[in-house]
């Protein structure tokens, strides 16, 4: 029975699937592309054979690198037809990103006798011996050195970066900034209208990144958004580099919710691109505010001209990527052999397809942006604004001088902050915040114990309360709030 791949058939209703696509610039079709990913579960457990037509000469990308499996790929085989130079053909070279694909060198196809046959025949894939564990090619140094470099780049050298970072800020610099006592005493001073207000404002905030999340994702309803987003915020504010185990928790959570991984993925890249544009946005507007108002500042103005520049950077390469493919495929490669190169150096293994999985993002998200870009730009402002009413309000509460400094001055210094902070080298960017956040006030005029009692309380606000918050909505997703029946048997 032939099925087009647009009708999104079943695998499981199949004993055996035969998928192929016609051969544009060197690869698959988008569609074929596109539902070997989505319904990857679904093949690993059948034959599968794959196909291809179209000319096999030189690619115009390079190879895939040779596969360091010693097993046999889970379909049955790789057939193509078409020219070929020579003889030439490849047994197989399904994406990388295809968890059922192996990985297969580019080699002449010859018969019995030596000579080269034809196209379409049945190759197994050149496989190579996997060494065994611990033992290096490069002999016991390397495998010594590339030990330390895993050890370095996990778990323990991420929680030894926190934990110094930690302790650098808050038991090392903060004393000489700041009076911790002094600090302390203006948090207890506050009045029970205070305490109630700072209250509003921080539950304003917690429940403010909800409707980024409905705007990104059609069909979520905004518990679920909300349900996702603190369990998600509680991971990133806990865990050594926990912005990776954030998305994964919003990624497992969207999966329950009943969204497929293309939404979902869809959904977490725009999150993430609209709101790291804010991020790059608010020092350029919080410049000409304090330009304004008579406050300049050499190092504020250096951040503004920096995020100005970034922010028109940022809007090319994501107008490049979105709109014209072959810069998007430029671009992800571009990036993929970086984040190759800073693999190895930590003996990491180096990321693939970046440029397919670009092209699968700008296909399924160009119709959503034209509908709802002006509701992810809405949303994702109006979450930054929320986290800045918690921080100003905490500066006119804690009295002093910070109850006098201008708006768009502290907008300033919290924008500043925020794009020192995009990437978190600690959990919530914990110990770097309160710093830059203290150095920024300081900077602009007030006392160093009125900043730092301001900074504490703004931290408690933002950072603390997010984590048994989340924790909390993490059990009771556990226990099956908000997850989809899955219809029995």
């Known amino acids: 029975m032939a099925i087009p791949v647009e009708r999104q058939p079943d695998p499981a209703l199949f004993d055996a699937v035969v998928l192929g696509s016609a051969v544009y610039a060197g690869r698959w079709l988008?569609?074929?592309?596109?539902?070997?990913?989505?319904?990857?579960?679904?093949?690993?457990?059948?034959?599968?054979?794959?196909?291809?037509?179209g000319p096999i000469g030189p690619r115009p990308f390079p190879l895939?690198?040779?596969?360091t499996s010693n097993r046999s790929p889970p379909w049955s085989g790789?057939?193509?037809t078409g020219s070929s130079p020579a003889g030439s053909t490849r047994t197989c070279w399904a994406p990388r990103s295809w968890p059922w694909s192996s990985r297969c060198a580019h080699r002449p196809a010859t018969s019995a006798t030596g000579r080269p046959s034809g196209a379409g025949q049945r190759r197994s894939p050149r496989t190579w011996p996997v060494l065994p564990p611990g033992v290096s090619r490069r002999g016991p140094r390397a495998g010594l050195t590339s030990t330390v470099r895993h050890l370095l780049g996990g778990q323990v050298g991420r929680l030894a970066l926190t934990v110094a970072v930690v302790v650098v800020v808050f038991a090392g610099v903060m004393p000489q900034v700041a009076?911790?006592?002094?600090?302390?005493?203006l948090v207890t001073s506050l009045t029970g209208s205070e305490v109630v207000l700072l209250t509003v404002v921080g539950v304003v905030n917690l429940v403010s990144f909800a409707p980024l999340w409905v705007a990104s994702a059609?069909?979520?309803?905004?518990?679920?958004?909300l349900l996702a987003d603190q369990a998600s915020t509680a991971v990133a504010n806990a865990v050594p580099v926990g912005f990776a185990f954030?998305?994964?928790?919003?990624?497992?959570?969207?999966?329950?919710?009943?969204?497929?991984p293309a939404v979902t993925t869809r959904s977490i890249g725009l999150t993430g691109i609209w709101n790291s544009l804010v991020k790059l946005t608010m020092p350029v507007l919080s410049l000409a505010g304090v330009l304004l108002v008579g406050h300049p500042s050499g190092g504020l103005a250096v951040a503004a001209v920096l995020g100005g520049a970034a922010l028109l950077a940022g809007v090319g390469v994501l107008v490049a990527a979105l709109t014209h493919r072959r810069?998007?495929?430029?671009?992800?490669?571009?990036?993929?052999?970086?984040?190759?190169?800073?693999?190895?150096?930590?003996?990491?293994?180096?990321?693939?397809?970046?440029?397919?999985?670009?092209?699968?993002?700008?296909?399924?998200?160009?119709?959503?942006?034209?509908?709802r870009w002006g509701r992810l730009s809405l949303a994702a402002l109006g979450s930054h604004v929320a986290l800045f009413l918690v921080l100003l309000a905490c500066l006119r509460t804690i009295g002093g001088a910070a109850s006098q400094l201008p708006w768009v001055v502290a907008l300033a210094v919290f924008s500043v902050t925020r794009l020192v902070t995009i990437l978190p080298v600690t959990p919530g960017a914990l110990g770097v915040a309160e710093l830059s956040y203290v150095a920024g006030?300081?900077?602009?005029?007030?006392?160093?114990?009125?900043?730092?009692?301001?900074?504490?309380?703004?931290?408690?606000?933002?950072?603390?309360?997010?984590?048994?918050?989340?924790?909390?909505?993490?059990?009771?997703?556990?226990?099956?709030?908000?997850?989809?029946?899955?219809?029995?048997?």
């Open 30 to 53: 988008e569609s074929a592309r596109h539902y070997a990913t989505e319904h990857a579960s679904g093949l690993r457990g059948l034959p599968v054979w794959l196909f291809s037509s």
């Open 64 to 67: 895939p690198t040779r596969t």
């Open 78 to 80: 790789h057939g193509h």
């Open 179 to 185: 009076d911790y006592g002094q600090a302390w005493g």
């Open 218 to 225: 059609p069909g979520l309803t905004w518990g679920r958004a």
């Open 246 to 260: 954030g998305v994964g928790t919003t990624a497992a959570m969207f999966s329950s919710f009943g969204f497929s």
């Open 327 to 371: 810069s998007g495929d430029r671009l992800a490669g571009g990036a993929q052999r970086l984040a190759g190169w800073a693999a190895g150096r930590v003996g990491r293994t180096a990321p693939t397809a970046w440029a397919e999985r670009l092209d699968r993002f700008r296909v399924d998200s160009l119709e959503l942006l034209r509908h």
């Open 441 to 489: 006030l300081t900077a602009v005029g007030v006392g160093a114990g009125e900043a730092a009692g301001a900074v504490l309380v703004f931290r408690f606000l933002t950072w603390f309360v997010s984590i048994p918050l989340g924790l909390a909505a993490w059990v009771l997703w556990r226990h099956g709030l908000g997850r989809v029946a899955v219809a029995g048997p």
